[in-house]
Nanobody, 124 residues
Framework: QVQLVESGGGLVQAGGSVRLSCAAS????????MGWFRQAPGKEHEFVAA????????AYPDSVKGRFTISRDNAKNTVYLQMNSLKPEDTAIYYC?????????????????WGQGTQVTVSS
């Protein structure tokens, strides 16, 4: 089992920055690939970023590439999402997720464990 707790969300103006954190406990965190997804009202979960267990490999969709950065600190059992140049369309609930088994990290079904989510609202 893995427990995930996100923090760092809030209200920010367009063009601003926010850093989300996801603290993990339970299963050995350093062996687990991690991802961030977001969900806006009335929409499906959207892939935002993923990082391999070592941190050596990351992935982003075109919508956030160059603006968002995922990182992890295995000593602190924490994964981060640095979000810069935020746009109103980035407004959503952001979820941290952990993948216990190998899979395609860009799809929600590859992740077994999910946090409760943190709201990010970008005002124009």
């Amino acid at each position: 089992q893995v427990q995930l707790v996100e923090s760092g969300g809030g209200l920010v103006q367009a063009g601003g920055s926010v850093r989300l954190s996801c603290a993990a406990s339970g299963r050995t965190f350093s062996n687990t690939a991690m991802g961030w997804f977001r969900q806006a009202p009335g929409k499906e979960h959207e892939f935002v970023a993923a990082i391999s267990w070592s941190g050596g490999s990351t992935a982003y969709p075109d919508s956030v590439k160059g603006r968002f950065t995922i990182s992890r600190d295995n000593a602190k059992n924490t994964v981060y999402l640095q979000m810069n140049s935020l746009k109103p369309e980035d407004t959503a609930i952001y979820y941290c997720a952990a993948a216990a088994r190998p899979g395609v990290l860009t799809i929600p079904s590859s992740y077994e464990y999910w946090g409760q989510g943190t709201q990010v609202t970008v005002s124009s």
